[in-house]
């Protein structure tokens, strides 16, 4: 079992910045990939970033790759999210995500998930 919790989101501007951060606990993380992935009001859950938590490989969704840049800290056990030139259509709840070996792009993929930190761009 792995245990997520997100924190760090909250108003931010048009072009401005944010970091999420995810604490995870449980089991070892060496052979897990954790996500991050992000749903708006009224629209399906998307998949925003991933990163291999043993190699550091990471794969971005392409309206956020350029923008936001994953990454983990293994000592401390958290992945973060650094949002930068952030849009109004980045505004949702995200959610920090884990599961087993590889990255995969699909939420139904991961069986772990954080309770989420909402995200809130004003134009």
């Known amino acids: 079992q792995v245990q997520l919790v997100e924190s760090g989101g909250g108003l931010a501007q048009a072009g401005g910045s944010l970091r999420l951060s995810c604490a995870a606990s449980g089991r070892t993380l060496s052979t897990y990939a954790l996500g991050w992935f992000r749903q708006a009001p009224g629209k399906e859950r998307e998949f925003v970033a991933a990163i291999d938590w043993s190699s550091g490989n990471t794969n971005y969704a392409s309206s956020v790759k350029g923008r936001f840049t994953i990454s983990r800290d293994n000592a401390k056990k958290a992945l973060y999210l650094q949002m930068n030139s952030l849009k109004p259509e980045d505004t949702a709840v995200y959610y920090c995500?884990?599961?087993?070996?590889?990255?995969?792009?699909?939420?139904?993929?991961?069986?772990?998930w954080g309770q989420g930190t909402q995200v809130t761009v004003s134009s």
């Open positions: 995500a884990a599961r087993d070996f590889y990255i995969a792009t699909t939420g139904s993929a991961y069986p772990y």
